[in-house]
T-cell receptor
Framework: GENVEQHPSTLSVQEGDSAVIKCTYS??????FPWYKQELGKGPQLIID?????GEKKDQRIAVTLNKTAKHFSLHITETQPEDSAVYFCAASIKRGNNRLAFGKGNQVVVIP | AAGVIQSPRHLIKEKRETATLKCYPI?????VYWYQQGPGQDPQFLIS???????DKGSIPDRFSAQQFSDYHSELNMSSLELGDSALYFCASSLGGRGTDYEQYFGPGTRLTVT
């Protein structure tokens, strides 16, 4: 089955700096890769996603890049703010599983004011 | 915009009891996914439904069952509860079903505590 790995597990950045989280996946059939932000006590919030026919996608301060050949994708957050502090999950959809999502283990991002 | 609604938000049950979790998808969404998230863990897929039919099954115990109704809401029924069932249970909804990668939007979750 699909195996999604996420690095690093925790990341501390100074406010205003950039944060990068990297994920790798194993199933070459996967072609949809969403990123979720989860704050304490809340459900995962979809913040950006990318499909395999696109190499990069940007939405204001966040961007995602995808390298299908290497089977890895990354989340980039620029000009980080304290409200960006949360757990971020990458995921890959499993085509043979009716698009269920396989998640990475999550990354705790702490933005230091 | 309307979001996924889950009820109850918190539930406390004793071992061997039964629990029912409800999920109301975003209007016009026809696909529902259930995920279980343990403390400090990533969400694990349990089961999904598309157009009221089970479309996929993950690591869902035989003690659990689920269904999707004609109004597209879904219920997760959990019997013979065990301490290890204590977790956050999320429902996510999306448009489309097989072969279509539509965005999945998660609800706020139900926190189940089994004592």
């Amino acid at each position: 089955g699909e195996n999604v790995e996420q690095h690093p597990s925790t990341l501390s950045v100074q406010e205003g700096d950039s944060a990068v989280i990297k994920c790798t996946y194993s199933d070459s059939a996967s072609n949809y890769f969403p990123w979720y932000k989860q704050e304490l006590g809340k459900g995962p919030q979809l913040i950006i996603d990318i499909r395999s026919n696109v190499g990069e996608k940007k939405d204001q301060r966040i961007a995602v890049t995808l390298n299908k050949t290497a089977k890895h994708f990354s989340l980039h957050i620029t000009e980080t703010q304290p409200e960006d502090s949360a757990v971020y999950f990458c995921a890959a959809s499993i085509k043979r599983g009716n698009n269920r999502l396989a998640f990475g283990k999550g990354n705790q991002v702490v933005v230091i004011p | 915009a309307a979001g996924v609604i889950q009820s109850p938000r918190h539930l406390i049950k004793e071992k061997r009891e039964t629990a029912t979790l409800k999920c109301y998808p975003i209007p016009r969404h026809d696909t529902v996914y259930w995920y279980q998230q343990g403390p400090g863990q990533d969400p694990q897929f349990l089961i999904s439904f598309y157009e009221k039919m089970q479309s996929d099954k993950g690591s869902i115990p035989d003690r659990f069952s689920a269904q999707q109704f004609s109004d597209y809401h879904s219920e997760l029924n959990m019997s013979s509860l065990e301490l290890g069932d204590s977790a956050l249970y999320f429902c996510a909804s999306s448009l489309g079903g097989r072969g279509t990668d539509y965005e999945q939007y998660f609800g706020p979750g139900t926190r189940l505590t089994v004592t």
